[in-house]
């Protein structure tokens, strides 16, 4: 594998395995396509999407499902856009220059600085082009976001660090029981006018609800789904949605391990990720028994940066969240790392175009 990937891995499911040892993998194969969170690591994803949105998926005509949460619902959102390829192309300079100028005296920006100021840089990004989203001919999206219950209802100072103490709690238990403290709920893509089209999943793994996106919510639904709590404020009021606090889709669904149930006419669940493994949420991080593959992923292929391959990039890693206390106030460090990290991400572009060329399932690596 090492001569013909330097940077690249791919990691397939027992199923699409299968599929691409029989048929290879054509553009027509891909019935959908997850996007996890995971901030700036998002960033090195960023020259795949433009090469599968911009000139690979445009050679077939089936229908798609995008199902994204935080920087990947982002990410789904611009794939969906009219020539989404200058589209993701902001969005990488975009997210690369965010600056949040600290006030007199403060160590780091505030919650409602944060949010009001990201806010605005989606309603930038979006602004006169919803409908281009949400009904796209092809690409039906899926927005992931975290509602909270109870004591999480509501945003406070008090019930918010306390609500997600004992979210933390229930869910070191089982994962099932995180569902007494938030939930999952989907905006969708509207399939008519009262309902959203059908989720590409199964829900019975965890307490979920779908909402249909509409010009009226989709920068709330968006915005949730980005929004990290403690520093961004939870959206309340979204319309058409249950009421509550909605916070990112990250905390339920980190890498949206789900249950999926692609067509039979498209069955590879296409995941460009920036590792091999997918975690399910984001509390899941310190039990390492639950990164795991399970059969939720058996038609599953992950796009994967090798790890020797990271450890090439600035700080030998991939970008991430600490790097803006890395480089505190120095905007053009942190820009000039990030930028090195996205230019050099070209390459995984590259050696995934050449594969699909000649589809070899040798290089192709259990999940």
Known sequence: MASRFQALRLYAGPKAWQHINRHGLQPQDVGII??????????????????????WLPRSQQSVDLVGASIGAWRMATACLDRAVPAFERLERDYIR????????????????VSGQFGENLRLFYRGRIAEVIQHPRYRLHVVTSRGRHVLGRQGPVRTPVGYLGAFAANAVHRKALGAWLERVVFSSPGDATAAVPLPFATQDFRTRQVPLSEANFMDALQASCSIPFVLNAVHGIEGAPPGAYWDGGITDYHLHLRYQPQAAAPIVLYPHFQQQVVPGWL????????RASPALDA??????????????????????????????????????WSAATAASVQLAEELAAWLEDPDPAVVEPL
Do not use: C
């Open 34 to 55: 997850p996007a996890a969170a995971g901030g700036p690591k998002g960033l090195i994803l960023g020259p795949i999407d433009r090469f599968l949105f911009g000139d």
């Open 300 to 337: 599953m292929l992950v796009i994967a940066p090798s790890p020797v391959w990271v450890r090439s990039l600035p700080n030998g890693k991939l970008p991430d969240r600490t790097d803006f206390t890395r480089y505190g106030p120095d905007l053009a460090a942190r820009v000039a790392a």
């Open 98 to 113: 965010q600056h949040y100028e600290l006030p007199p005296g403060q160590k780091r920006p505030s919650a409602d600085q």
């Open 284 to 291: 899941d991080k310190v039990w390492k028994r639950r990164h």
